[in-house]
């Protein structure tokens, strides 16, 4: 562009310059925003589609992964079943045979004691004072004391001697 004229001229054919570049700014803002804006809005539709996509993968992803760990736990579920039957039986089997054991020592601990206390009994029985008047023995009482020795008595002292059918009155005359 060439300036001709006065000075006012050329302010004018300044300032038709100035407009000029301030409508072709205006020209090139208004287009670069509507390409930016197109621009942003094709970016936007693709990250929408990739975030759809990456939403839809991630939701299977994670289905498919619950589904692997409900498996394992289902696993983990029956084996953890089947080792508490297992630890059940043992320790059924462990207490059946301590009860057994429990069982046969009392078993035991009784006749041993069935067996002592028969024997006690006879005991008790051929000590019996009766059992011992049968077998011929006597005793003596003074006063309605067992006597043990001579010195208990004295001369002209009554005693009872006790056998097996009867009494009998004594007087000690000897010492």
Not at 23 to 36: C, K, N, P, V
Request: net charge neutral.
């Amino acid at each position: 562009m060439c300036f001709r004229g006065t000075t006012e001229s050329y302010w004018q054919q300044i300032e038709e310059m100035a407009r000029e570049i301030l409508r072709y700014d205006q020209e090139f803002i208004a287009t670069s925003s509507h390409r930016l804006n197109n621009s942003v809005r094709l970016d936007l539709s693709k990250a929408g589609r990739t975030l759809d996509q990456s939403a839809f993968s991630l939701k299977h992803l994670l289905q498919g992964r619950l589904i692997h760990e409900q498996h394992a736990l289902e696993q983990f579920h029956q084996s953890l079943k089947k080792e508490l039957l297992l630890f059940r039986q043992l320790e059924t089997a462990a207490l059946e045979e301590k009860t057994s054991r429990i069982k046969n020592g009392i078993i035991s601990f009784l006749q041993n004691n069935e067996q002592e206390l028969i024997n006690n009994e006879t005991t008790v029985r051929m000590l019996d004072p009766a059992e011992v008047l049968r077998r011929g023995y006597s005793y003596t009482l003074y006063n309605g004391k067992a006597i043990s020795s001579p010195e208990d008595v004295k001369d002209g002292d009554r005693i009872t001697t006790v056998l097996q059918q009867g009494e009998l009155q004594s007087i000690v005359n000897k010492k």
